[in-house]
């Protein structure tokens, strides 16, 4: 699937999703996510980031997705991003 986001041409979009708790309701974002072409089994999350609990394996996850022409989309600040420890790919 080809999707246009922000002007340029990209064959997929994998998305990671970050949230503070486990009982935070994704159906909001999951939905807008959806409307944007973005396939359920391409939205990868994370749960209950903590200053003691930095491991993302849906990060992980997102990045063993991409491939040639994905675009990785990140719903959330770039600081949570930074906050999680993954390896370099």
């Keep these: 699937m080809e999707t246009l986001l922000l002007g340029a041409l990209i064959t997929g979009i994998v998305t ?14 999951r939905a807008g996510l959806g409307a ?12 209950g980031l903590t200053g003691t609990n930095r491991a993302c394996p849906g990060l992980r996850e997102a990045l063993a997705a991409c491939r040639e022409g994905d675009t990785l989309v990140v719903t959330n600040s770039t600081v949570s991003l930074a906050r999680c420890q993954t390896p370099a790919t």
């Design 16 to 29: 990671w999703v970050l949230v503070s708790t486990v009982n935070q309701d994704l159906a909001s974002q």
């Design 36 to 47: 944007l072409g973005v396939e359920e089994k391409r939205v990868y999350v994370d749960h």
